[in-house]
C-alpha cells in the first residue's frame, strides 16, 4: 500500500506551501509606511536648519489605513436646510437668503451664517441644536463654541461649526456641514497612508509659516474635502484621508496623507 | 506504525487547513499595489495609422473632366468606393518612390481646371503624416494634393503637391495609373458642368478686385473653394446622449478614470448641483456634464502623447485613441471624425487640436451660448494633453431636410454683416450647428489664420 508514501510527499508539499505563503502573508502586512525615530530625528534637524521647530513627540511613527469617503450630501439644496432651521415656515429673502421672524439664515458659497435676533427659546447648548438641524456630533458644547465634522471619530478639516450660545439660546452660528447618514456613505478601499516623514519634507516648502521662526504646534491625521472651502454646495462629496500641519503663526497646509500631495495652504 | 499513520493524518489535516486559512487571508486580503495608474495607452486604447486615416482623409474630393465637376464629401454614399480607387492607386505609387520636382506656380491652377482629380484634406499636415496615407510626399506642409492623368498614350499620372509652408510646388509623375484615375474621373462626373461648381480662383474671387470708385470686392476667398451657385438641401437631425445611465455603472467609471491616467484608488468623485460628476487627483480635474460632454483639465502633468519615432503622427494617434476609447466607453456609435487643426510636427509643443463629428456627410459643430466649439479640441502642452473636450452626442435623421441659400447668397450676407471690412476666408461650407441639443444648418466660414468659425445665420 503506497497511500502512506503518497500521505508523506501531500505532507512535505504542503508544508513548502505553508512556508510560501506565510512569508507572503507576513511581507504583505509588513509596513514599509513607519517613519523610524531616526528619521524624526532628521527632520528635527531640518526644520531647525529652517527656523521652524517641532516637537518629535507629535511626529507621529507610524501610519494607519484609511480610504476616500463619499458622502451624500443632503444639505446641497439650502431651502432643504432653511426647513430645517424654521420649522415654523420661512420667507426667502434672496438667491441666498431666508428670515422667519427675528431669525435669518444665509449662504455665502459653501458657507452658512445664521443669526438669532430675536429672544428664541431653547438650548445654548451648540450639539443639541445641531441635533434638532439633523446634523449629529457627539462634541458637547454647553455655551456655544466650535464643532468639528468627524468620521469614524475623525476631523473633517474643513467642516465645522461655529455658534455663539448660552442660557437663552443660540445668538449666532456659522460655518461648513456635510450632511449625510450612514446610508449614503460610501468608504472606499483603504489604503496604507504614506509616510509623515515625506509630508513634513514638502511642508516646508510651502508659504504657511513664518521664515524668520516659527512653531508646528499640531500635525494631524483626519480628512479633507480638497479645498479650504468646504465644498458643501454639492450633492456629492468625497473626503479624503489627510495630515494638516498647522504653524503657532496661525498658517496650515492639509496634503493628501494616500498620495503624499499638497492639497492646500492657508496662511496667516 | 499506528501510531506514526495516525500523526501523519493528523499533520495533512492540520497542513491542508493552515494552507486554507493563509490562501484566503492573501486573495481577500488587501493590494499592496492597489490603486497604480495607468496609461490610457496600455489598456485597450492604442490606435494604428491606419485607423487614424479616418479622420485624415480627404475632406473632399473633386473631380474634373469633360466640361463638368463634382464635389464628393466624406461621409456621403460616394465617397467610400471614389477613396478606396484612390487608395489604391497611391498604394502603386508608392511602390515606384517617384520623385518630386519643383514646378511653376501657374502649373497648380491649369492642373484644377483640367482634367484632375483634387484631394483637399481640409487641414495642412506635415507630409510625414500625410505620407503614410498616400506616397512619399516632399517635405512640407500639405493640404491638398492634385492627380492628372496626362497622357493615354504614355498612361502617365501626374501628381501636384503644394507646400503651404514654403509656397512651392512639387510633380512627381507615374508612369501608370492613368486607366484607373481616368477611369474615376468617367465615373463621377456625371452630374453638374464645370460652370455651376467654379473654383474661387476661376472667377477671381481670390484676389482684390476693384470695380469703380464704390465698388470693390474686399472678401476674398481661398482660390480652392468651390462657389456653389445653387440652394443647399441637407437632412435635418436630432440630437441626444446617454451620458446617465453610463454614469451609474460603476465598471464604466473605473475605464474612464482609466483612460485618463486617473489613480482609482485616490480619486475624489463630486457631483456638482447641476449634476455634473467632477473627478479629481492630485494632477487633473475630469468633469462629466449631464448636458452631454466630458472636460478634462490636468493641473500639473497632464497625459503623455506617444512620441516614439515621428512626433506628428504618434501624437496624433495618442489623441484619436482617446477619444476612440471615451466614445466606446460612453456606448457612442462610431462617428466619422475628421480633423479640423493643422496637424506639423509643432502639436507636440504646445497647441489646441480640434476635431468635428461628421453625420451625413457634414460636420457637426456647438454653439456654446454664443461661442462656436468643436465637437473635439485638445490642448497640448510639451507634448502632454493638458486639456480635453468632447461632445458625447448621437444623431439621427429626422426625415425632413433643411434648405439654405446658395453659397452665393450667403457670402452676401457676410458681406452685409461686415461691410468693407477685409476677410480672408479659407473655408467655407454647410454645418450643423447643435446648441443646446437642437441641431440646425447654416452655413459657416474660416477666416485665414485663424481656428474661429463663424456661423452665418
Known amino acids: ?268 | 506504525m499506528m501510531r506514526k499513520e495516525v500523526f501523519k493524518n493528523i499533520t495533512l489535516v492540520t497542513l491542508i487547513f493552515i494552507s486554507v486559512l493563509l490562501f484566503s487571508k492573501i486573495w481577500f486580503g488587501d493590494n499592496l499595489i492597489y490603486g497604480d495608474s495607468f496609461s490610457f495607452m496600455k489598456k485597450g486604447g492604442g490606435v494604428t495609422t491606419i485607423e487614424v486615416e479616418g479622420i485624415i482623409m480627404p475632406k473632399r474630393i473633386v473631380l474634373t473632366g469633360n466640361n463638368k465637376r463634382c464635389c464628393i464629401l466624406k461621409g456621403t454614399t460616394e465617397y467610400g468606393n471614389c477613396y478606396s480607387a484612390i487608395k489604391d492607386f497611391f498604394a502603386v505609387a508608392e511602390s515606384e518612390t517617384l520623385k518630386f520636382e519643383s514646378a511653376e506656380t501657374t502649373e497648380w491652377g491649369s492642373a484644377l481646371k483640367s482634367r484632375s482629380v483634387l484631394l483637399d484634406y481640409g487641414s495642412t499636415y506635415s507630409s510625414s503624416v500625410l505620407s503614410k496615407i498616400t506616397m512619399t510626399l516632399p517635405q512640407g506642409e500639405i493640404k491638398e494634393l492634385i492627380l492628372v492623368p496626362e497622357s493615354s498614350v504614355l498612361s502617365r499620372v501626374s501628381v501636384y503637391a503644394k507646400d503651404l509652408q514654403g509656397g512651392a510646388i512639387y510633380k512627381a509623375a507615374l508612369p501608370q495609373g492613368y486607366s484607373s484615375i481616368s477611369g474615376l474621373i468617367d465615373t463621377y462626373i456625371v452630374g453638374e458642368n464645370v460652370n455651376n461648381l467654379p473654383f474661387a480662383f476661376e472667377l477671381g474671387f481670390d484676389k482684390v478686385r476693384t470695380f469703380n470708385e464704390d465698388i470693390s470686392q474686399n472678401t476674398l476667398l481661398d482660390s480652392n473653394i468651390i462657389i456653389g451657385l445653387k440652394d443647399v438641401v441637407t437632412p435635418e437631425i436630432t440630437v441626444s446622449e446617454n451620458i446617465k445611465s453610463v454614469m451609474d455603472d460603476g465598471n464604466k467609471i473605473e475605464d474612464l478614470l482609466s483612460a485618463f491616467a486617473f489613480k482609482i484608488g485616490s480619486v475624489r468623485r463630486y457631483i456638482e448641483e447641476n449634476d455634473a460628476m467632477v473627478f479629481v487627483d492630485s494632477n487633473a480635474t475630469l468633469k462629466v456634464y449631464s448636458d452631454g460632454w466630458i472636460e478634462y483639465a490636468a493641473e500639473n502633468r497632464g497625459i503623455p502623447l506617444d512620441t516614439s519615432e515621428d512626433m506628428a503622427s504618434r501624437s496624433l494617434e495618442s489623441m484619436y485613441s482617446l477619444v476612440r476609447r471615451t466614445a466606446k466607453i460612453f456606448n457612442m456609435p462610431e462617428h466619422e471624425i475628421q480633423i479640423y487643426s493643422n496637424i506639423t510636427d509643432e502639436i507636440y509643443g504646445n497647441a489646441a487640436v480640434y476635431m468635428d463629428y461628421y453625420f451625413n456627410g457634414v460636420p457637426v459643430i456647438v454653439d456654446d451660448n454664443g461661442k462656436t466649439s468643436h465637437t473635439i479640441s485638445f490642448d497640448i502642452k510639451d507634448g502632454m494633453i493638458v486639456g480635453f473636450k468632447q461632445y458625447l452626442y448621437e444623431f439621427s435623421n429626422t426625415g425632413g431636410v433643411a434648405t439654405n441659400g446658395s453659397m452665393v447668397s450667403s457670402l452676401d450676407s457676410l458681406n452685409e454683416k461686415y461691410g468693407n471690412t477685409a476677410m480672408k476666408i479659407s473655408d467655407m461650407y454647410i454645418a450643423y450647428v447643435c446648441k443646446k441639443r437642437e441641431a440646425s444648418v447654416h452655413w459657416c466660414v474660416r477666416s485665414e489664420g485663424t481656428d474661429t468659425i463663424e456661423i452665418i445665420d
Request: glycine share 10%.
Open chain 1, 1 to 268: 500500500m503506497h497511500w502512506s508514501r503518497v500521505k508523506t510527499i501531500l505532507i512535505f508539499l504542503f508544508l513548502a506551501l505553508d512556508i510560501y505563503m506565510l512569508a507572503y502573508a507576513v511581507y504583505m502586512n509588513y509596513d514599509p509606511y513607519s517613519t523610524a525615530r531616526s528619521e524624526i530625528k532628521d527632520i528635527v534637524s531640518i526644520y531647525k536648519a529652517n527656523n521652524l521647530t517641532v516637537d518629535e513627540r507629535i511626529i507621529p511613527e507610524k501610519t494607519g489605513r484609511l480610504g476616500i469617503v463619499e458622502l451624500n450630501n443632503l444639505w446641497a439644496d439650502k431651502s432643504e436646510i432653511a426647513k430645517r432651521f424654521f420649522k415654523d415656515g420661512y420667507i426667502r429673502t434672496g438667491t441666498g437668503s431666508f428670515s422667519s421672524g427675528g431669525e435669518t439664515l444665509e449662504f455665502f458659497d459653501d458657507m452658512f451664517v445664521y443669526k438669532n435676533n430675536a429672544h428664541r427659546e431653547g438650548t445654548g447648548d451648540l450639539r443639541e441644536f445641531l441635533n434638532q438641524m439633523g446634523i449629529y456630533t457627539d462634541d458637547s458644547c454647553p455655551n456655544g463654541g466650535t464643532v468639528r465634522q468627524k468620521i469614524g471619530g475623525m476631523s473633517v478639516f474643513e467642516t465645522a461649526v461655529t455658534a455663539k450660545g448660552g442660557e437663552t439660546g443660540i445668538s449666532e452660528m456659522s460655518g461648513y456641514w456635510i450632511i449625510s447618514d450612514e446610508r449614503n456613505t460610501a468608504f472606499k478601499k483603504q489604503v496604507k497612508l504614506k509616510p509623515i516623514s515625506g509630508v513634513l519634507i514638502d511642508f516646508l516648502a510651502t508659504d504657511v509659516y513664518n521664515k524668520n521662526g516659527d512653531k508646528i504646534i499640531s500635525i494631524e491625521t483626519g480628512y479633507s474635502t480638497g479645498s479650504a472651502s468646504g465644498d458643501t454646495v454639492y450633492k456629492l462629496v468625497s473626503v479624503v484621508p489627510a495630515y494638516k500641519i498647522t504653524t503657532e503663526s496661525g498658517g496650515y497646509a492639509v496634503f493628501d496623507a494616500t498620495e503624499g500631495v499638497l492639497l492646500y495652504q492657508v496662511s496667516k
